[in-house]
């Protein structure tokens, strides 16, 4: 684990155990990324703790071994943490979490991202944790609900919201901060001025 005693995580105003959240698309992984830089903190990518070989999900076939991951990989004083699996953070780290970030992005916007981001992967075969490659023409078939990316986008859009909101309201996440981004100019301004009180 990298050291905790440099000053830019202890002053940072959002601290320095963070999860951003959003829906499939709303770039994630890439703010996280950013803020684990700025912070010099860990990166944690939960789709990486919870996928496995064949597109198995920990998170449906063995719980408590993603449980004991997601626990590991944020035993220290300083990460962030790209993903949701709500049911599984809100155990692991939530009790001692000082920011949780919300992307909540335009519904268009994630269609397209996704679309785009499908094609490219598919296209070149991208590898996806591990050995999990990504097809392009199933997101498009909405009709087949859980299949079709396009189709959980849809649908998550309005949960999401909504379980964020109770989350706020929740007095047991009463010492959480909450940050909600609606667009990729707030998302950019945002790590912005992470990097900037950091001076990276």
Same mark, same amino acid.
């Given at each position: 684990?990298?050291?905790?005693?440099?000053?830019?995580?202890?002053?940072?105003?959002?601290?320095?155990?963070?999860?951003?959240?959003?829906?499939?698309?709303?770039?994630?992984?890439?703010?996280?990324?950013?803020l684990?830089?700025?912070?010099?903190?860990?990166?944690?990518?939960?789709?990486?703790?919870?996928?496995?070989?064949?597109w198995?999900?920990?998170?449906?076939t063995?719980?408590?071994?993603?449980?004991?991951?997601?626990?590991?990989?944020?035993?220290?004083?300083?990460?962030?943490?790209?993903?949701?699996?709500?049911?599984?953070?809100?155990?692991a780290?939530?009790?001692?979490?000082?920011?949780?970030?919300?992307?909540?992005?335009?519904?268009?916007q994630?269609?397209? #991202? &996704?679309?785009?981001?499908?094609?490219?992967? *598919?296209?070149? +075969?991208?590898l996806?944790?591990?050995?999990?490659? /990504?097809?392009?023409?199933?997101?498009?078939?909405?009709?087949?609900?859980?299949?079709?990316?396009?189709?959980?986008?849809?649908?998550?859009?309005?949960?999401?919201?909504?379980?964020? #909101? &109770?989350?706020?309201?929740?007095?047991r996440? *009463?010492?959480? +901060?909450?940050?909600?981004?609606?667009?990729?100019? /707030?998302?950019?301004?945002?790590?912005?001025g992470?990097?900037?009180?950091?001076?990276?």
């Open positions: 684990m990298k050291s905790t005693s440099i000053k830019c995580p202890s002053r940072a105003p959002i601290g320095r155990r963070i999860q951003v959240m959003g829906n499939s698309n709303t770039g994630k992984s890439t703010l996280a990324r950013r684990a830089k700025a912070l010099d903190a860990e990166f944690v990518e939960l789709d990486a703790l919870n996928w496995l070989p064949d198995v999900g920990l998170n449906e063995n719980p408590d071994e993603l449980l004991r991951r997601i626990e590991q990989a944020t035993y220290g004083d300083a990460w962030v943490v790209a993903g949701n699996y709500k049911r599984f953070t809100q155990q780290f939530w009790p001692r979490i000082d920011t949780v970030i919300w992307l909540d992005l335009p519904l268009p994630l269609i397209w #991202r &996704a679309l785009r981001r499908s094609w490219q992967r *598919a296209r070149t +075969r991208e996806l944790w591990g050995t999990n490659v /990504e097809r392009f023409w199933p997101q498009l078939a909405f009709w087949r609900k859980e299949d079709s990316l396009v189709y959980w986008i849809l649908i998550n859009q309005r949960r999401w919201r909504k379980s964020m #909101r &109770a989350a706020t309201k929740d007095p996440w *009463a010492h959480i +901060r909450f940050v909600t981004l609606s667009s990729a100019r /707030e998302v950019d301004r945002f790590a912005a992470v990097e900037a009180e950091c001076g990276r």
